[in-house]
């Protein structure tokens, strides 16, 4: 099926970035939250960012209106209707999720697919939501969404090839890298990712080391761009925490217990960047100060 028409449910850090990715590749796209303020704050955002690659000289001021004509706004679910392809990126919470599928089920036409950015919650289980499973997959973008060439797709149980196909071809048009994996607890991304992030914590808890000596080794040791500590407050110590406790029960595996120190410091509220305190200091404007 080509795909002309996308619709991405939720205007937030990932919604906002995903329709700007598609407006860009030349997609119709239609964009829609539960209040007009945060249409406008996500509209800001594709703005805001669309300027900066202006500015840079990667995209040309034709490209830059083009993209921004291309994108529609609304509350209304029935704007999706004829949309071929529609990527979910509300908040993540299963319950929210569901009842944003089972309307989307029943606006979208038949033909339709339905994904999720999820970064956590099974596809399997999402596609149950709906009476198209085998039209539903997992399109899993990386933040920031216009700068990261990444895209997790994750099939589901019964995710048809033709939908992976034309998912797949999507992620390319949008000048994306696709990845096809299966629907396993993480999928790849935060199975690898979230468990060494919480070895390094437990690595402190231990007194093995200081979180600057931890990521000066990762830093300096294996190329890491960021320490593991720093990247765990940037993601926030609270989300990371919602991982391992999805590895912990999906696989019922002991080997991804969440560290006690992590439990700890979410319950004190020092989350990492967002919080201004997690394993380090920042300012207002979330750079590091200690
Ligand atoms: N932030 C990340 O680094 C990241 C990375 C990959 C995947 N994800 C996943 O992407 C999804 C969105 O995350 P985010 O960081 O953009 O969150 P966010 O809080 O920035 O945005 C969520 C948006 O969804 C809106 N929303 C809530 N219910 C809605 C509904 N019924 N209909 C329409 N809009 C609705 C909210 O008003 C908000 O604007 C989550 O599932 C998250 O796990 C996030």
Do not use: W
């Not at 437990?202 to 000596?213: D, K, M, N």
């Amino acid at each position: 099926m080509e795909v002309k028409k996308i619709g991405v449910v939720g205007a937030g850090q990932m919604g906002s970035g995903i329709a700007q990715v598609a407006a860009q590749a030349g997609f119709e796209v239609v964009l829609r939250d539960v209040e007009e303020r945060f249409l406008e704050r996500g509209l800001a955002a594709i703005r805001r960012s669309l300027g900066k690659f202006l500015e840079k000289g990667k995209i040309t001021q034709e490209e830059h209106d083009a993209a921004l004509g291309r994108i529609k706004t609304t509350l209304s679910f029935k704007d999706f209707a004829d949309c071929d392809l529609v990527v979910e990126a509300v908040v993540e919470d299963e319950a929210v999720k569901a009842e944003v599928f089972q309307e989307l089920d029943r606006v979208v036409k038949p033909e339709g697919i339905l994904a999720s950015n999820t970064s956590s919650i099974p596809i399997t289980k999402l596609a149950s939501y709906t009476g198209r499973p085998e039209k539903f997959i997992g399109m899993h973008f990386m933040n920031p969404v216009p700068l990261m060439v990444l895209v997790e797709v994750i099939r589901g149980h019964r995710t048809s090839d033709e939908t992976t196909e034309t998912v797949l071809e999507v992620a390319r048009r949008m000048k994306k890298t696709p990845v096809e994996v299966h629907d396993y607890p993480g999928f790849v991304s935060n199975r690898v990712l979230i468990p060494m992030l919480n070895e390094a914590i437990q690595a402190v808890h231990e007194g093995v080391a200081t979180p600057e000596a931890v990521d000066a080794v990762m830093r300096l040791g294996m190329n890491h761009p960021m320490g593991p500590l720093e990247l765990a407050d940037f993601i926030g110590l609270d989300t990371v925490l919602a991982i391992m406790e999805v590895l912990y029960q999906g696989f019922s595996d002991s080997k991804y217990r969440p560290s006690p120190l992590l439990k700890k410091m979410v319950q004190a509220g020092l989350l990492g960047r967002k919080s201004g305190e997690g394993f380090y200091k920042y300012d207002e404007k979330g750079r590091k100060i200690s």
